[in-house]
């Protein structure tokens, strides 16, 4: 059979994509990139989960474009994460840069921050992602230091040579296994753990209610900006969230429904919820079972901000009296079983009876064997 000029040009057509086919640095060369690019991460060669993408979860790219978000655990102290691209089981080209981006639903992409390809119709098959990465002032080439939040790492199709390409895929962002904390919806990259940083003073002595040391758990430090009241926590699972003194020996703030058995995912706490100058320790620990048992897992402090110390007051003794007689009152009309500080209300009371056994301020019998039953 004889082969027609058309019949020969086809066939070296066919010859030819099978040839690009077998050459993916050829085939991707002008940015040509199909959908499809998935990816997979690592730290220090311990594969990550990339679990679900928020759909629609972040907006950013030229033009704009609204995409799915991914959100990968990480443990702290963790810098950076790296990034294996591919379509199947094969390695595939693409872009990834370092953005800043908003809190929000959707987040939107904030300013570029790193992030170098030296060949944009070629791109990479893997990156190395920096958790918060510094950036450069282009104006004066001098550097920016990282802002202490999650950068968002932007996924994208290769350029071509005219600049045309370069098309939004998906993003990255990352989050931390024990806990994370925000500050208007931007989840703060900078957290340092101390392990035994934090003695909680969870038990009481049976007699006297007053409080003893427990085991040392870690502390958590977290850096925020200079301005900062308040952060929010979130928490893998339902959890209590105390504020207290750093030394752990005092309750400042936390209230929770059902005395403590009910827990939350996401709270809002004061960095120093008593005003008085000092940084607070949020004492984290699991809700009370029905035996009043409660865990304390870690606790979270904060840096960064410099407090403002009260003016000094100056309190006379008679005042300082009338305080804990009126305290001491409004305790001994309620009692203290029920309550959701009720170990620390009972220890408190059997202290003022001590220094004032004239009071007429006291628990009563049926209200002590009331805290003895409910412990």
């Known amino acids: 059979m004889k082969t027609t000029t058309k019949t020969k040009g086809l066939a070296w057509l066919l010859s030819l994509m099978m040839l690009v086919a077998l050459m993916p640095g050829?085939?991707?060369?002008?940015?040509?990139?199909?959908?499809?690019?998935t990816f997979t991460a690592s730290v220090?060669?311990?594969?990550?989960?990339?679990?679900?993408?928020?759909?629609?979860?972040y907006k950013g790219g030229y033009p704009e474009t609204t995409v799915d978000l991914y959100s990968l655990t990480i443990p702290i102290g963790t810098e950076a994460v790296d990034l294996q691209f591919h379509r199947g089981d094969s390695a595939a080209n693409c872009l990834a840069y370092n953005y800043a981006g908003t809190g929000g639903d959707p987040v939107v992409a904030g300013a570029y921050l790193s992030g170098s390809v030296d060949d944009t119709t070629i791109g990479v098959q893997q990156y190395r992602a920096a958790i918060d990465s510094d950036s450069v002032d282009y104006n004066t080439g001098s550097a920016i230091p990282a802002d202490g939040f999650f950068d968002y790492i932007q996924v994208q199709n290769l350029y071509n040579t005219d600049w045309s390409g370069g098309e939004l895929f998906y993003a990255i962002t990352f989050r931390y296994d024990v806990f994370n904390a925000f500050i208007k919806g931007q989840a703060i990259s900078k957290i340092t753990k101390t392990e035994k940083g934090f003695t909680p003073y969870n038990i009481y002595d049976p007699t006297t209610w007053e409080p003893m040391a427990g085991e040392p758990v870690p502390l958590y430090m977290v850096t925020v900006p200079e301005g900062t009241e308040s952060v929010e926590l979130e928490f893998p699972e339902e959890s209590l969230a105390y504020n207290y003194t750093a030394d752990g020996k005092t309750w400042l703030a936390g209230e929770y429904e059902n005395g403590g058995k009910t827990g939350k995912k996401t709270v809002t706490v004061e960095l120093d919820a008593n005003g008085d100058g000092e940084m607070d320790c949020i004492?984290?620990?699991?809700?009370?079972d029905d035996s009043k048992s409660s865990t304390?897992?870690?606790a979270i402090t904060f840096d960064g901000v410099e407090l403002d110390k009260p003016a000094p007051t100056e309190v006379t003794?008679?005042?300082a009296g009338n305080i804990l007689h009126n305290i001491a009152a409004t305790y001994a009309h309620n009692g203290a079983a029920g309550q959701d500080q009720a170990p620390w209300i009972t220890a408190d009371m059997m202290a003022y009876e001590k220094a004032f056994p004239a009071s007429e301020n006291k628990l009563s019998e049926d209200q002590k064997q009331a805290m003895v039953d409910e412990s």
């Open 296 to 298: 304390v897992q870690y």
């Open 317 to 319: 003794e008679e005042d």
């Open 44 to 57: 220090d060669g311990v594969n990550l989960d990339v679990g679900t993408a928020i759909e629609n979860g």
């Open 283 to 288: 004492q984290v620990q699991t809700p009370y």
């Open 26 to 37: 050829l085939a991707f060369a002008e940015g040509e990139q199909p959908d499809g690019i």
